[in-house]
């Protein structure tokens, strides 16, 4: 099967990589069963390895005894080593070979890998191991993974020194938290410890951190003694148990994310928890993507539909601490646990309960902890679908206007039923005619990707037609994915709200439509700005057909082989989409984005296709834009909102916490108190008078529409279980909080259309 075909079945989305490198917004092209098997010049491999027919090797041959499998992991690991090596050098999208250069960001990503904030390695550690900056690159071409086997052993004795010194002085300190003394948190751009005696002044200072962390959680102390007992007690369990297979795929996961943070190895058990991770309509769980960040399992994304999305409780960005099962099981600590192992604590049988203990992505302190309760469950189907409301609301003159928002969560087809996403809005737009909507406004926050055919055939909806991204591969060759359909759905005012997690097909289809001039852009700085293509590579396929073989499950490599370009010939990578009107976020402080990723493929333009412009937003942005501002300024939301991103953003800058347990008790209190005073000023507000009434696919199809809601009846109908939290067993009233960008957007809108009547 052919490149152009394989992509028409290729799906978006964002994927934890071998659940460890984080948010990918991806375009994945899957091998299919008569899909060519590349050949490689793999070094190291047998003479005749590449020129054998391809029928059976005799037994008796000297080539069956070249490549006939031994029962050990060094003779398994050397030749994955070299296929892996290969398909990086000869068939990546940069067509790099493994030179002194990327052996260099090979150390590196090894090194920070391993080690992220530069708490187990000694400088002198880094010293001997700068050695291999110019020679990693030939070893493992040759299949020598030995500098692994150095710099894995250096690391567990490390570690072990680590754990232990930790260990003896939680059982000798005596912890006082009434100086002026801080830790740093964030020490990625720190130097590593010089020598052991400096590690140790660092090491306590750690263990300082975290037990105070989990006193200002109102734990005893025997059971925060317990628990961080238990915790270096598993990490140096974890490392101790790492075996040849394991440091392999550590090793070969650090080459392949020096080429780009999405080309990754995954071995077979981390293959196989790939797939149940992202097999999206049959996971059972709480439906939620996970990565490894600096010891701690953060969530990437929320699956349209599943239990933790539907909760409203979880957000991208959100860290687990501890894992409990049940209603009354014990919560166990996950801090530095591998992240395959929390994947299993977290899934499980279809309507049995987990409980999470999370720090929230807005914590107003490291501290802070939230226990959530989630039922697991199949991800439902049609809470996947696209949906729509139809605001009413009174304008500057008291006159009643509709506007209609459509949400779409993920970019869909079913070639069984027929249902799509673009089936389905032009159900919901045909409805949102009819009932005589001013503007539309399409909703992308949420919406991290889904099929390439859809957000093509999607944006036709609106435009007459022509190209609406550019696929260009290694070899330069570029082809264009078009909408050839004339027809247009809705030719009306329309506006597209875009976040940070708009990523792969959202931000193709945001870039065409801004491309073509048909709608005006709003949201936050950016969408997340990958603009790259994996394919999915299971080595068995290509060592059997290059003659050789292992004796386990080789694994797949993830491997980047193409890059899209809007129809303007901008790259949708690096810099994603900006808006046209940009609305500050709390999302600005924080490094989401794949500019925040290491080595990054770079943003570029090709040339421009031949499209034709519709010029329906140009004339209005300059006014539309200062309207905006005006109303920001004043705002009083919007005020609120600028608070919280000036505290966040001093807490980013500082990098450090204070070790005073009163200064930080009072920190935390005053936080509580802004949020009881922002909760008691949006439930003393009046009812504007503004009406909502939500459709699905199914209602639209129906006459008239559904009883009309306001804005606290809107809420209560989604019936969202609320936190489960012991320390903070108040009853607290659901109030609805404030959409700060849709609100904003429906001004814009309303603006929009004002401004084209006259």
Known sequence: MNVKAQSKQAIFGFLAASIAIGATGGYWLSRQQDSPIPRINIEGAPAVASTHGGGPIPEDSSLAAAVRPKNDAATDNANITRVVAALLGQAHYLQQPLDDAMSERFLTRLLDELDPQHIFFFQSDLEEFAKYKTTLDD???????????????????????QTEFSSSLLKSEKFDFSGESTYLVDRKAVPAPANLEEAKKLWAERVRYEYLQEKLNNKKPEMILNDLEKRYSRIARTVRQLDDYDIAERYLTSLAHAYDPHTDYLGKASTEAFAINNIRLSLVGIGAQLMDEDGYTKIVELIPGGPAEQSGLLKPGDRIVAVAQGTDGEPVDVVDMKIDKVVEMIRGQKGTTVRLTIIPVNAPDPSTRKVITLVRDNVKIEEQAAKAQIIEAPDKNGKMVRLGVIDLPTFYADPRSGKSATSDIEVLLKKLQEEKVAGVILDLRRNGGGLLTEAVSLTGLFIKQGPVVQVRSYTGSVRKEEDDDPAIAYDGPLVVLTSRFSASASEIVAGALQDYGRAIIVGEASTYGKGTVQVVQPLKEVMSGNRIQ??????????????????????????????????????????????????????????????????RVAPYIVALRENSTKRLTTDSDFQYLRQQIARATEQIKDKSVSLNEQKRRQELEEAKARTAQRRKQLSGRQDTGERYYPLTVSTATKPGLPKPMTAKELVDSLKRPRAVDPDEAEDEPDVPEVDFHLTEARRILSDYIGLVKK
Do not use: C
Not at 555 to 560: E, V
């Open 139 to 161: 070893l493992t071409i040759k299949g020598d993974i030995s500098p692994a086997t150095v710099i894995f052993s250096r690391f567990k004795e490390r570690v072990k020194q």
């Open 550 to 615: 292992t004796s386990v499950d080789p694994g797949t490599l993830h491997l980047t082989v193409q890059k899209f370009y809007r129809a303007s010939g901008a790259s949708t990578q690096l810099k994603g989409v900006t808006p046209d009107i940009v609305l500050p976020a709390a999302t600005d402080v924080l490094e989401i984005g794949e500019r925040f990723m290491k080595f990054p493929l770079p943003w570029d333009t090709i040339a421009p296709a031949a499209y034709e412009k519709t010029n």
